[in-house]
């Protein structure tokens, strides 16, 4: 005997939710007037009963808010600025609006950004924050949530979503090349967060970069950092009590090298004259600091704009046919004071 599936229903859903018919079509066209345990089961609910799948994505994301969500790792770190405001003339060129979501020290971001999503205030997001895990912004892209997602600036590798970036190594690798061909061969660096994509990538250019010149890697010349100003700082107190110390310095960004040169001030030491220090991002100050920073300028104005015209672009489905996107931007060695030649006394 064949068997005849019958197509799932709503009432299917909600016995299946235990909630009436009523509460399943509340949580698929107004989430912000559910519950957040009651939005979790009818979502199950729509899985396990495979519940015309697209009606009910198309309801969880009515796409009638014309804005779009940003989610910054930390607001506090001035390099988002040019970025945000990128992305919001890009925005509003294109009749939307810009929530902004700050996930520093956030405790659940992902459902944070779930929550968001589901009340119906964005209608898609643009996500610069690579920390968060994949499978629940997977979860969150997918049926019956189907979310429309970018990601910028922080890479979240393998997801498989449209993502726009810098491509990290080959920068880093430049900036040290850089010291390098001004004869360093002592040379360290002032790390990013551990766990950050971003500082991972320009560790590894580094690397790469010595490896190259068959410089050997000096591991107590990996100076602990976070990107932020008070680690460059610190790094500089610990850099002074080194007895060997390098005569270059490559910083993960240029927040911290600004703490480092400081620090370096504090003990009398001289850049470019004793170490040379090359920065990362080109942020305002970096030209207007004493010595202006030489650094690696990433080119924010328009890693926001494309990241902001791909969010849209998806929501209005500019392109259906059109597969993963992957924008990878370079960025520029911008040669300033903070660097030249070595010492004549250290040595090789
Ligand atoms: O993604 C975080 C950004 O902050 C990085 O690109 C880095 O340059 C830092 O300043």
């Not at 926001?304 to 209005?316: K, V």
Request: some cysteine.
């Amino acid at each position: 005997m064949t068997e005849v599936r019958k197509t799932p229903t709503i009432q299917d859903v909600a016995r299946f939710a235990k909630v009436s018919t009523a509460t399943v079509s509340r949580a698929l066209s107004n989430p912000d007037r559910v519950s957040e345990g009651t939005r979790a089961r009818v979502a199950d609910a729509i899985r396990v009963t495979g519940y015309t799948l697209n009606q009910a994505a198309r309801s969880l994301r009515q796409r009638t808010a014309r804005t779009i969500l940003v989610a910054l790792p930390d607001i506090r770190n001035p390099f988002f600025s040019s970025i945000l405001e990128a992305i919001e003339r890009e925005a509003t060129n294109r009749g939307y609006g810009v929530l902004v979501a700050n996930l520093f020290l956030a405790r659940a971001p992902a459902q944070r950004l779930q929550d968001y999503m589901l009340s119906n205030r964005a209608d898609g997001l643009l996500l610069l924050d690579g920390s968060l895990e994949v499978s629940a912004l997977q979860a969150l892209a997918t049926a019956p949530y189907s979310v429309p997602l970018v990601v910028a600036c922080e890479d979240i590798p393998n997801s498989g979503f449209h993502t726009v970036l810098t491509d990290n190594v080959q920068a880093a690798e430049r900036a040290t090349r850089h010291l390098i061909d001004l004869g360093h061969r002592r040379i360290g660096h002032l790390l990013g967060p551990e766990n950050n994509v971003v500082a991972r990538d320009r560790l590894a250019g580094f690397r790469k970069a010595l490896q190259e010149a068959e410089i050997p890697l000096r591991q107590n010349w990996l100076l602990r950092g976070n990107f932020e100003m008070e680690s460059g700082f610190a790094a500089a107190a610990h850099l002074v009590s080194m007895q060997e110390r390098p005569t270059a310095i490559f910083a993960a960004n240029d927040e911290s090298a600004i703490g480092f040169l400081s620090g370096l001030r504090q003990h009398g030491i001289e850049c470019p004259r004793d170490i040379s220090l090359v920065g990362f991002d080109d942020l305002g100050f970096a030209a207007h600091y004493t010595p202006p920073l030489t650094t690696m300028r990433q080119p924010r104005e328009m890693l926001g704009r494309m990241a902001a015209e791909a969010l849209i672009d998806l929501l209005e489905d500019v392109d259906p046919e059109r597969g993963q996107l992957r924008i990878v931007l370079n960025s520029e060695l911008i040669v300033r004071e903070s660097t030249g030649r070595p010492p004549k006394d250290a040595e090789a």
